[in-house]
């Protein structure tokens, strides 16, 4: 399985762009990137999730590498809101059960005023 | 709105009490659920990939005998903690790939808060 690493924490001025990387060098040709987070005591949230081509929507940008061995998730404009952990996940094929998402420690994003 | 239910949101009971929590698919049918468990300042560890109309299927370290998981319907699954102790106090979590004809996106529970005494 594909593991990710990501830095324990970041801190970004509200209003600034948050740039979270994640580094995946042992993915595999066929595993999507998944972005997640999670705001305090809440269930994770869905953000973003692409394969090899840059995505967009309405929440973020995810920029992947040529090589796929890391990405960036992109937050345009950061509001305190966006205050939670991040995770960078590499979804997990397993046929007969469906796919399992397994999280890693994810980064800390503060945003401040 | 919400895609996934979880019900209670929080619940204390006493040592050696049993405890159901429910998880509900709102928006689509689901074959498959994930329950998963997140102790204070740490990530969330999958315990069980719950599957309807047959056996759950736990992670290596989870007791099955401990955590019950029953999928009895495409919309509902439960874990239940039998003989709860302190050490099963976490905050619990469902989830599930929707919907079944285009699974690319996993649904998180807003998740249930168990505190044994």
């Known amino acids: 399985d594909a593991k990710t690493t990501q830095p324990p924490s970041m801190d970004c001025a509200e209003g600034r762009a948050a740039n979270l990387p994640c580094n995946h060098s042992t993915i595999s040709g066929n595993e999507y990137v998944y972005w997640y987070r999670q705001i305090h005591s809440q269930g994770p949230q869905y953000i973003i999730h692409g394969l090899k081509n840059n995505e967009t929507n309405e929440m973020a940008s995810l920029i992947i590498t040529e090589d796929r061995k890391s990405s960036t998730l992109i937050l345009p404009h950061a509001t305190l809101r966006d205050t939670a952990v991040y995770y960078c996940i590499v979804r997990v094929a397993h046929m007969e059960y469906g796919n399992k998402l397994v999280f890693g420690a994810g980064t800390i994003l503060r945003v401040k005023s | 709105g919400a895609v996934v239910s979880q019900h209670p949101s929080r619940v204390i009971c006493k040592s050696g009490t049993s405890v159901k929590i429910e998880c509900r698919s709102l928006d689509f049918q689901a074959t498959t659920m994930f329950w998963y468990r997140q102790f204070p300042k740490q990530s969330l560890m999958l315990m069980a990939t719950s599957n309807e109309g047959s056996k759950a299927t736990y992670e290596q370290g989870v007791e099955k005998d401990k955590f019950l998981i029953n999928h009895a319907s495409l919309t509902l699954s439960t874990l239940t903690v039998t003989s709860a102790h302190p050490e099963d106090s976490s905050f619990y979590i469902c989830?599930?790939?929707?919907?079944?004809?285009?699974?690319?996106?996993?649904?998180f529970g807003p998740g249930t808060r168990l505190l044994v005494l």
């Open positions: 989830s599930v790939w929707g919907p079944e004809w285009y699974q690319e996106t996993q649904y």
